[in-house]
């Protein structure tokens, strides 16, 4: 019974979509009471003096507003097997882990069923606004994920990446079949422990397929750069395999050969398109639709420490549309992508009011809004109160606070689903994190209906600061973008990049660190080191340079494949590539990673720009 999916009703689902946003306000405040009503008898909030209440005032006055690091004991008990109600009502039966790409290190979030069921939501709202704008047929999806291992915590409790426990879902697999997005690999190759004999079966899976593949996907654009730069060393042992029937050696997994072969039979006339498709292409511009011809569109996370591989993307994809994912955590899912027309640096995601109750801490006060005869000077010292989803400024900046777990559907369940309900684990929890600061700075660009859609701008606290200058995570991309023009003229780009505040020398400086296409010239490596010095325009790095209380910038140039020895570390750590990012500022926190930086440095350069 099961396996009957029910037909994908596109407008259905929109029309659902827009009715769910047209008052949001009153979706916030019943999302908010159910989340308190399903965990009222969470220890973390009997400790608050809720008292049972759930009205949106009496939690803000009793819940305090916290990062990670104020959860992390009750989520170590959750995991050490402690199954009394301490964050929420009923047990906790999985643990998910953050990618650890921040701070050097995983953390450990609470997974649920509820959870799944929002991602399988978000994943329906934004094909249906997709597919109305790209129509795909009935075909497969070039998926290019991976699960990492999932192990058991000290309390019993399966742990994984959230990406690997929403691929080991059943409901993952119905959603994508009924959104015609199946993979076309087999899950042998999902699930391999081997992440790059699983990216190589990938791309041949691919290539077996090429006729059938409608769209290309993975969770973050670097995955996809990643794969097709490894497609480019191995497209002719892949043309091998095709024309023989017969699998490299360098597949070693049993499993994952015994499943491709059932795929993998001789076919020289295939071998021979892909051999001379990719013979005729001008330094790999279109590689994408030249490979796979019906393909409508290439799909992922593109946003924030994303936007610096769209350059490569587009150079791939040729004209093939670059459209960007929906926006969330491992803590969490925010919102949507529905206006998928919008290219990926102006893509926005209007807030599903019914998935998690949200606050929004304003970056910028506006003083006109005080009352002034209240004001002292410890008003300046105080952070801004926060406020609701709908009160909201078009154009202003805010930092997100989530408080999750209520989900639910935006229609009432089938007679179908709600089988499936019954047959999911029924002591699965609801709601897990209270006034959790996400760490996340978006800006609204505008509503849909009178819930706001949000521009992804930065992580709050990856910041470049030696002194009274506060750099974001964009400001380093712009930086880098500047300097990078630099090395277009010579034909070169800048395959990966990060930072390093250096306070060993007096004064600290800023370093950045570049993976290059190629061998550069010296004069213009200099010149690239001043233009990021430059391209550095905070009013107080700024000064800062000019009176040397920051020292000149660092260029350090790295050998090729060192972005590769970072990502092959946190693998080893049990990450997944598919929720895998580049860390853009490397703390002394993070000194695995530093030491893999500082011991591939090929070439260093001092700014000489103040």
Request: hydrophobic fraction near 35%; charge should be neutral; charged fraction near 25%.
């Amino acid at each position: 019974m099961l396996e009957k999916m029910e037909k994908f009703d596109q407008e259905k689902v929109i029309a659902e979509f827009e009715a769910i946003t047209k008052d949001a306000e009153k979706v916030q405040r019943e999302t908010l009471k159910k989340i308190l009503e399903e965990n009222g008898s969470a220890e973390y909030l009997q400790n608050l003096g809720l008292n049972g209440r759930t009205d949106p005032e009496s939690f803000k006055s009793c819940v305090p507003l916290v990062t990670h690091k104020e959860l992390e004991t009750y989520i170590q008990r959750i995991a050490d097997g402690d199954s009394s109600p301490i964050l929420t009502g009923k047990p906790i039966t999985t643990i998910s882990l953050s990618s650890g790409t921040t701070q050097g290190k995983p953390k450990f979030v609470p997974f649920n069923d509820e959870l799944m069921e929002t991602t399988m939501q978000i994943y329906r709202t934004s094909f249906a606004f997709r597919n109305r704008e790209f129509p795909i047929g009935n075909g497969k999806a070039l998926q290019l994920i991976y699960s990492s291992k999932q192990f058991k915590t000290k309390g019993g409790l399966a742990a994984g990446t959230a990406t690997t426990n929403v691929y080991r879902n059943f409901q993952y697999k119905q959603t994508m079949k009924a959104i015609q997005s199946q993979s076309c690999s087999p899950d042998e190759v999902i699930f391999g422990p081997d992440f790059h004999q699983s990216l190589y079966c990938h791309l041949l899976c691919g290539l077996i397929f090429r006729n059938e593949v409608q769209l290309v996907s993975s969770t973050f654009a670097h995955s996809i750069i990643h794969a097709f730069r490894t497609f480019e060393q191995v497209w002719e042992e892949l043309c091998t395999d095709i024309r023989d029937g017969v699998l490299s050696s360098r597949i070693t997994v049993p499993t994952i050969r015994t499943a491709m072969s059932r795929l993998l039979k001789p076919d020289p006339h295939l071998a021979e398109l892909i051999y001379n498709k990719c013979s005729g292409l001008s330094n790999w511009y279109r590689l994408i639709p030249e490979l796979f011809p019906n393909a409508k569109y290439i799909y992922g996370i593109m946003t924030g420490s994303m936007e610096p591989y769209l350059k490569k993307l587009r150079h791939y994809a040729g004209e093939l549309p670059l459209l960007s994912a929906d926006y969330g955590s491992s803590e969490g899912w925010i919102g949507a992508n529905v206006n998928p027309q919008l290219p990926p640096k102006l893509a926005t995601y209007a807030v599903l009011p019914h998935i998690g109750y949200f606050e929004f801490i304003p970056l910028r006060v506006d003083i006109e809004d005080q009352d002034h005869n209240k004001m002292d000077r410890s008003f300046l010292c105080m952070e801004p109160k926060p406020v609701g989803l709908t009160e909201v400024k078009i154009g202003e900046e805010y930092e997100i606070i989530l408080t999750n777990g209520a989900g639910g559907r935006l229609n009432p369940a089938s007679q179908k689903e709600k089988a499936r309900e019954h047959i999911r684990s029924n002591h699965v929890p609801i709601g897990c994190l209270y006034r959790y600061r996400l760490g996340d700075v978006v800006k609204v660009m505008g509503f849909h209906n009178s819930s706001p859609e949000l521009k992804f701008v930065c992580r709050s606290n990856l910041l470049l600061t030696i002194n009274i200058d506060k750099n974001t995570e964009k400001d380093l991309q712009l930086a880098v973008e500047e300097a990078g023009k630099l090395l277009g003229e010579e034909k070169l780009e800048v395959v990966d990049f990060t930072s390093h505040v250096d306070t060993s020398t007096e004064p600290g400086h800023y370093v950045i660190f570049w993976e290059i296409s190629g061998e550069a010239n010296e004069e213009v490596l200099k010149e690239c080191c001043n233009c990021l010095d430059k391209s550095f325009v905070d009013a107080g790095y700024v000064s800062s340079r000019k009176v040397n209380t920051i020292g000149p910038l660092e260029l350090r140039v790295v050998w090729r494949g060192t972005f590769q020895k970072i990502l092959d570390h946190y693998l080893g750590l049990g990450a997944a590539v598919s929720q895998f990012k580049t860390p853009r500022c490397v703390g002394q926190a993070n000194n695995n990673v530093l030491q893999i930086l500082c011991g591939n440095v090929a070439k260093s350069y001092s700014s000489t720009a103040f």
